[in-house]
């Protein structure tokens, strides 16, 4: 347990960011487990607006520091690589 006061407020602090960043965090999962799903039933024009959500969720959290950056950007690589798959076994 903490001592000092200014320890017992880290302690508090901690807790509350950690519940607000473990909703961002599920939140960031989900959207993108959504527009995986997309991309596997192959219709591309439904996949779009749920990629883009994810980027953009994506982008958020590495933002606020929830996601490291490079993790972020590699995340959406990978997803952009299966959008643009899926688009060109379309064609």
Do not use: C, F
């Not at 509350?16 to 599920?26: L, P, T």
């Not at 959008?83 to 064609?91: F, V």
Request: glycine content about 6%; cysteine-free; overall charge positive.
């Amino acid at each position: 347990m903490p001592n000092s006061p200014s320890a017992k407020k880290a302690l508090r602090q901690n807790a509350v960011r950690n519940g607000r960043n473990k909703g961002r965090r599920s939140s960031m999962r989900t959207q993108l487990k959504k527009a995986l799903g997309a991309l596997s039933s192959g219709n591309p024009t439904a996949a779009l607006p749920l990629v883009r959500a994810a980027e953009g969720s994506l982008d958020k959290n590495a933002q606020n520091g929830i996601l490291h950056r490079n993790a972020a950007a590699r995340r959406k690589s990978r997803l952009v690589r299966k959008y643009n798959a899926l688009l060109a076994k379309q064609q």
